[in-house]
């Protein structure tokens, strides 16, 4: 009987070793998503740029996905990202555009994306633009700014911590400014201006490389205005026209530190927000001034992480998610020409709207996904949101989510690999008001005029309100031109009713 048991405790210890030590050496791969800024359907080469070159990006289309349908979570930066991150919609935690002093907006105890891609042996990291918020809210600069990136799941981090036109205008390297003269310490306001701090552009317009409206007429950093106040650090300021350089070569560097094992990278790029200062590498490289010569700009920093993993070998091991963070601006805080010398270019492609507008151009994303080892390439019109990214990566990888785990992400694993055409059956967009997509429909929730934010009616935007309900046939109408409401009552009630659901829900059911 003894001999019995040792026999079994010895079966079940070499089953549990075999399984582990499979587990560990099982390989998934790499993951990149490179995350650009303000880029709209129409600004990249392969889905018809007029006057701006990508090579960069049309070859990640040509060798993977190029996505139709794909939308951001919302049409502003800081709740796409944390839907992004967290798998939850944005307007659940009340998530909209952060100063630079924020506070991270991320509860530490969520279990987010780069959390679940750890569990399942990633190492991860996190390159460029954050804005998610840093610090508890008092963010002492001087120090480690905690918490941050490390606190949600990052093993590393390289990032500007709120916008190019915020202050404060340095990096921070895994949460401490980098090149901070301690003898200059940083202060940062967001309500007055501090003592002896960066001169106003307000103040000082003969210090200006590009002239801004009212609400960037701040500190001047760089010869650029920027929103808010701050002085000291001046050892640590960043230069505009290197960023580019800076954040790939941190991606790169990476990328050659992580290649023995998978790992996943989040390369945010500050490019193509405002303020658009390009290097001179890339001034006169497009025909539409500072706007074009900025994406310019961005499809050689795709280009370095794309040539990195071919020149390592390692590039059919790892899936490149390129999208943007929602729709593109022309005018939005700087005087750079954008609407005059935008030309027959189109930067929504063929849909109405913009950066912070509902319609579709608002949170319809250039994508592509490719995996050279797995993905054939094509187009696909599945609908999809990158909040579902999330759960799609948790199949890829083998893991399970637990119970509150990235509430409204949905596994569509098979449709962005191109196995299947079909993507959600329903697609929640988010602005300053709210829409719903259903097949070939969509949308649009009435709301009252006194609910338009006032900054945002002075906007070069077409943001989509209106105090009736609004649906449109995307299928003959791209450009929602013809609302038929009216026509449609039962579908209009329907959708309506998702909607509200979706709004009153604190998770969506799985």
């Given amino acids: 009987m003894k001999r019995t048991r040792q026999f079994l405790y010895l079966v079940a210890l070499i089953t549990f070793c075999f399984y582990t030590h499979s587990k560990a050496q099982k390989t998934y791969p790499n993951i990149i998503i490179i995350y650009v800024d303000d880029l709209g359907y129409g600004d990249i080469g392969v889905n018809g740029a007029i006057g701006v070159k990508t090579p960069y990006v049309d070859k990640l289309a040509s060798n993977g996905i190029n996505f139709t349908d794909a939308h951001a979570s919302a049409a502003t930066c800081t709740p796409s990202r944390y839907s992004l991150i967290t798998g939850s919609y944005a307007f659940r935690n009340r998530a909209g555009i952060l100063n630079g002093n924020a506070p991270l907006i991320i509860d530490t105890e969520m279990r987010t994306l780069p959390d679940m891609l750890k569990d399942a042996g990633y190492t991860t990291g996190v390159v460029g633009k954050w804005h998610l918020g840093l610090g508890d809210g008092n963010t002492d600069w001087n120090g480690r700014v905690e918490p941050g990136p490390k606190e949600v799941g990052f093993d590393y981090s390289f990032l500007i911590p709120a916008t190019g036109d915020r202050v404060p205008t340095v990096f921070l390297e895994d949460q401490k400014v980098v090149g901070l003269d301690t003898e200059d310490p940083i202060s940062v306001n967001y309500k007055t201006p501090v003592d002896n701090g960066y001169p106003l552009g307000r103040d000082h317009p003969e210090l200006l490389k590009q002239y801004a409206d009212g609400q960037h007429l701040g500190a001047v950093t760089n010869g650029i205005s920027r929103i808010g106040y701050m ?232 943001p989509g309100f209106s105090t009736i309900p609004m649906l449109f046939d995307l299928e003959k109408d791209p450009g929602e031109t013809n609302n038929i409401a009216e026509e449609n009552v039962a579908l209009v009630k329907e959708m309506e009713e998702h909607l509200n659901k979706i709004l009153s829900a604190p998770t969506r059911e799985k």
């Fill in 231 to 462: 002085k000291g650090g001046e050892s640590a300021l960043w230069v505009d026209e290197k960023i580019p350089f800076v954040l790939s070569e941190k991606a790169v560097r990476f990328i050659e530190a992580s290649k023995q094992q998978p790992f996943f990278l989040f390369f945010s790029l500050h490019d193509i927000h405002q303020p658009r200062i390009a290097n001179v590498r890339f001034i006169e490289t497009s025909t539409m001034g500072p706007r074009g010569d900025v994406i310019a700009q961005m499809d050689w920093c795709v280009g370095e992480i794309t040539n990195k993993l071919k020149s390592l070998a390692i590039e059919d091991n790892t899936i490149v998610i390129f999208t943007s963070d929602n729709g593109p601006i022309l005018d939005d805080g700087y005087l750079d020409y954008a609407r005059e010398l935008v030309g027959r270019h189109t930067p929504g492609g063929p849909y109405r709207g913009s950066k912070y507008s509902i319609y579709e151009a608002g949170t319809r994303m250039p994508t592509i996904v490719s995996w050279p080892g797995e993905i054939r390439p094509g187009t696909s019109h599945a609908l999809l949101s990158q909040v579902d990214l999330y759960a799609s990566l948790a199949r890829l990888v083998g893991e399970k989510l637990n119970k509150g785990d990235a509430p409204d992400s949905e596994d569509h694993l098979d449709a962005w690999l191109g196995k299947e055409q079909e993507g959600r059956k329903v697609l929640f967009e988010q602005a300053y008001a709210y829409g719903l997509r259903k097949d070939k429909y969509k949308y649009i929730q009435p709301k009252q005029r006194d609910e338009i934010p006032g900054w945002l009616k002075n906007k070069f935007v077409d």
